[in-house]
């Protein structure tokens, strides 16, 4: 039989603290943990390789009430892989969205970053005024940020 693992153990190679490992067990993230005689939990690989995709989920900002669906149809069998794909595909594509929202973003944000550069290498970039602008620099919306 394989080496079973502690609470502290899991904590130590998961990130996760033994509070919050009793937390997911207590909400139905985890399957109840199989106990040793003094009623420590003791964690299987396939305890850990559960827990590590649960930090995936989390990741990528899966509510953990969306999480605890996935895991109880889980724990219904392979008759709920259909709809346990169908979940993770909605959840890829609104991830891949707000990875194009940032993407985006990063973009506007290398710009104007660009923008400064440009301004602060000519020689008409002066000392900024009481308003926080230079004097020759307009107060559109469009050149702040």
């Not at 944000?109 to 602008?133: D, F, H, M, N, V």
């Amino acid at each position: 039989m394989a080496s079973l693992l502690t609470i502290s153990d899991v904590a130590a190679r998961t990130g996760l603290s033994a509070h919050t490992l009793r937390y997911y067990e207590r909400i139905g993230l985890i399957a109840p943990v199989v106990r040793a005689p003094g009623g420590q939990r003791r964690y299987a690989a396939s305890d850990l390789d559960w827990i590590g995709f649960l930090l995936r989920l989390r990741e990528t900002g899966m509510p953990i009430g969306q999480m605890q669906a996935f895991a109880r149809l889980r724990s219904e069998g392979n008759a709920t892989a259909p709809v346990r794909r169908q979940m993770l595909e909605q959840h890829l594509a609104e991830v891949l969205a707000s990875i194009t929202t940032l993407q985006n973003a990063a973009q506007a944000l290398q710009a104007k970053i660009g923008y400064y550069r440009e301004l602060e290498a000519s020689p008409r970039c002066a000392p900024t005024s009481s308003e926080g602008r230079s004097p020759d620099e307009p107060a559109s919306p469009t050149t702040t940020l």
